[in-house]
T-cell receptor, first 114, second 109 residues
Framework: NAGVTQTPKFRVLKTGQSMTLLCAQDMNHEYMYWYRQDPGMGLRLIHYSVGEGTTAKGEVPDGYNVSRLKKQNFLLGLESAAPSQTSVYFC?????????????FGPGTRLTVT | AQKITQTQPGMFVQEKEAVTLDCTYDTSDPSYGLFWYKQPSSGEMIFLIYQGSYDQQNATEGRYSLNFQKARKSANLVISASQLGDSAMYFCAMGQLTFGSGTQLTVLP
């Protein structure tokens, strides 16, 4: 039981390049989330998904796109990376979007955009 | 809109002493869940404790307890008998969508 995994763990991009971060969970959770973590700002929600084929915007969605083609996978895409997107990205999943359910987090992806 | 406020960017505590990390929240929803997560220097996020808005008793999990004061909209985390391994960043959260900015706890030997 791997829980939530993220690929890759580290990445360096040049401004304007694109990339996709992959999140996978094996807990059969309906709900998945992408956050970014910047120093002093805690976690900010980028996008989330309430089920296969459905996604929604979070607090800071600009510059990112997501897809949830399979229940176990949630992809985060950067079409044209900018230095402001340098951050640590966390994926999480939960059994329900009911606010009483805890989340399970992946190990994070450290992205640097030069 | 929901909001979580953690006003202590950093805290220090002596090993074996208790420490309280503050968290205040704001929401208009009558039903909500409050969570605390720990993030050690290795970076992973670890779920510690949960408190439901309708729970009458304060939540406890081992050395962790949550001092829930609904009228004051506060959900402070209390760590008893601090250990060196408790040194980490601690985040308060409401549901899945709203996180505080965190408190960096350092346990001194």
């Amino acid at each position: 039981n791997a829980g939530v995994t993220q690929t890759p763990k580290f990445r360096v991009l040049k401004t304007g390049q694109s990339m996709t971060l992959l999140c996978a969970q094996d807990m059969n959770h309906e709900y998945m989330y992408w956050y970014r973590q910047d120093p002093g700002m805690g976690l900010r929600l980028i996008h989330y998904s309430v089920g296969e084929g459905t996604t929604a915007k979070g607090e800071v969605p600009d510059g990112y796109n997501v897809s949830r083609l399979k229940k176990q996978n949630f992809l985060l895409g950067l079409e044209s990376a900018a230095p402001s997107q340098t951050s640590v990205y966390f994926c999480a999943s939960s059994f329900s979007a009911n606010t009483h359910y805890e989340q399970y987090f992946g190990p994070g992806t450290r992205l640097t955009v030069t | 809109a929901q909001k979580i406020t953690q006003t202590q960017p950093g805290m220090f505590v002596q090993e074996k002493e208790a420490v309280t990390l503050d968290c205040t929240y704001d929401t208009s929803d009558p039903s909500y869940g409050l969570f605390w997560y720990k993030q050690p220097s290795s970076g992973e996020m670890i779920f510690l404790i949960y408190q439901g808005s309708y729970d009458q008793q304060n939540a406890t999990e081992g050395r962790y307890s949550l001092n829930f004061q609904k009228a004051r909209k506060s959900a402070n985390l209390v760590i008893s008998a601090s250990q060196l391994g408790d040194s980490a960043m601690y985040f308060c959260a409401m549901g899945q969508l709203t996180f505080g900015s965190g408190t960096q706890l350092t346990v001194l030997p």
